[in-house]
T-cell receptor
C-alpha cells in the first residue's frame, strides 16, 4: 500500500531564509508526487507535481521540489521564505501501477515563517 | 481562474439525520472526488467518480455514503444517517482527463465543515 511520511509537524524559519519541508513516500511502483498547501479555513491548493523527467520540479509561488528516487523523497524547498508562506503543507502520492486516482496524503507540516 | 465550489460552508446536524453536501466541479473536468479531514488529522480519500459511476472508494465509504451527479454541474455526497464520528471537513475535488490518467492534479474546493451533534 502506498504511504507518505512527513517527519516534521512544524518547521520554523526566518523570513528571507531558505526553507525545506520534508516528505518521503512508499509505493509499489513508480510514484506520482504532489505538494499542496492549506491556508486557515481554506481548501487545498495545488503547488507542484512530479510525474517524470527532471528531478527538480518548479511550482507556484516560487516553490520547488526535488525528487530523489534512491531516498524515496520529495522535499519541498524555497530559496527565500516569506511570512505569507506560513501555512500547512501536505505531500501526497499516487501509485502509477495501481492506476487508481486517489491521492494518499501525509499528515502535514506546519510552516511558520517569522518576520 | 475556474475553481471548485462547495455548499454549505458549514453544516450542523443531529446524529441520525441525513445530510447532503454539494459541490460544483470545474466545468471541463471529468473526474470527481470526495475527501475528508477530521480535525487535526490528515486528509483521507473517500471516493472517486467518473463517467457517472464510482471508480474507486475507500473503506470509510460504507453503505451510509453515496455520491451522485444529478445534473451537468453538481456533484453531491450524501450521508444517510450521520454519526458523531462523521464530523469533519469534507473536500470535493475535480481533475481533467489527461493521459496518463493518473498524472492529473486534483483541484480542491474550500470544504464543508460538518458538525454532528
Amino acid at each position: 500500500a502506498q504511504s507518505v511520511a512527513q517527519p516534521e509537524d512544524q518547521v520554523n524559519v526566518a523570513e528571507g531564509n531558505p526553507l525545506t519541508v520534508k516528505c518521503t513516500y512508499s509505493v509499489s511502483g513508480n510514484p506520482y508526487l504532489f505538494w499542496y498547501v492549506q491556508y486557515p479555513n481554506r481548501g487545498l491548493q495545488f503547488l507542484l507535481k512530479y510525474i517524470t523527467g527532471d528531478n527538480l520540479v518548479k511550482g507556484s509561488y516560487g516553490f520547488e521540489a526535488e525528487f530523489n528516487k534512491s531516498q524515496t523523497s520529495f522535499h519541498l524547498k524555497k530559496p527565500s521564505a516569506l511570512v505569507s508562506d506560513s501555512a500547512l503543507y501536505f505531500c501526497a502520492v499516487r501509485d502509477i501501477v495501481s492506476g487508481f486516482q486517489k491521492l494518499v496524503f501525509g499528515t502535514g507540516t506546519r510552516l511558520l515563517v517569522s518576520p | 481562474e475556474p475553481e471548485v465550489t462547495q455548499t454549505p460552508s458549514h453544516q450542523v446536524t443531529q446524529m441520525g439525520q441525513e445530510v447532503i453536501l454539494r459541490c460544483v466541479p470545474i466545468s471541463n473536468h471529468l473526474y470527481f472526488y470526495w475527501y475528508r479531514q477530521i480535525l487535526g488529522q490528515k486528509v483521507e480519500f473517500l471516493v472517486s467518480f467518473y463517467n457517472n459511476e464510482i471508480s474507486e472508494k475507500s473503506e470509510i465509504f460504507d453503505d451510509q455514503f453515496s455520491v451522485e451527479r444529478p445534473d451537468g454541474s453538481n456533484f453531491t455526497l450524501k450521508i444517510r444517517s450521520t454519526k458523531l464520528e462523521d464530523s469533519a471537513m469534507y473536500f470535493c475535488a475535480s481533475s481533467e482527463l489527461l493521459y496518463p490518467r493518473t498524472a492529473n492534479e486534483q483541484f480542491f474546493g474550500p470544504g464543508t465543515r460538518l458538525t454532528v451533534l
